[in-house]
């Protein structure tokens, strides 16, 4: 699916059925397209079918304009697909070049792969050579607040 900038609509570019080897072909590399593919692939014995939107962005090589407004229809694009239309998209993908969209690719994005043991996050140690902890505030019950651990005041 294309923009038309100049009426400032989405227009249907094709609806031809395309093979996860032959989609990174059919991104182009000048221009930002919408993009909704259904993945069909086998996921722990069962046939799935999975439907992707993938939005491609060149980078830079397109007008400020064009990039402006791709980037504001996309969230409608997706709400209507699936409010209206009934589709249900599985994943949303971004890139800006095609050459990375492979089949293993597609299917690393539908079902990641999950950490099953995690390492515990490690609290840093604090700077070396900092010296004794001192009370700054006085607390409840304590009548001598100006002084530090050491009792100095």
């Known amino acids: 699916m ?8 989405i227009c249907l570019e094709s609806t031809e059925d395309t093979s996860p080897a032959e989609l990174s072909s059919r991104i182009p590399t000048d221009h930002a397209r919408y ?30 304009k064009e990039r402006m407004l791709y980037s504001s229809c ?8 699936e409010d209206n239309v009934g589709l249900t998209v ?3 993908i971004e890139l800006d070049d095609g050459s990375e969209l492979t089949e293993e690719f597609l ?13 515990k996050f490690d609290k840093p140690r604090g700077p070396v ?9 006085p607390t409840a019950g304590n009548e001598d607040a100006g002084s530090d651990v050491n009792g100095q005041t």
């Open 2 to 9: 294309s923009v038309d900038i100049k009426n400032e609509r």
């Open 35 to 64: 993009h909704f593919f259904l993945f069909k692939h086998t996921h722990e014995g069962d046939f799935q079918e999975s439907i992707v939107f993938i939005y491609s962005m060149p980078g830079y090589k397109c007008p400020i």
């Open 74 to 81: 996309k969230s409608p694009l997706i709400d209507i697909a």
């Open 129 to 137: 050579g900092r010296g004794p902890k001192r009370i700054t505030r």
């Open 90 to 92: 599985v994943r949303k």
């Open 107 to 119: 299917y690393d994005e539908v079902h990641p792969k999950k950490d099953i043991i995690r390492k």
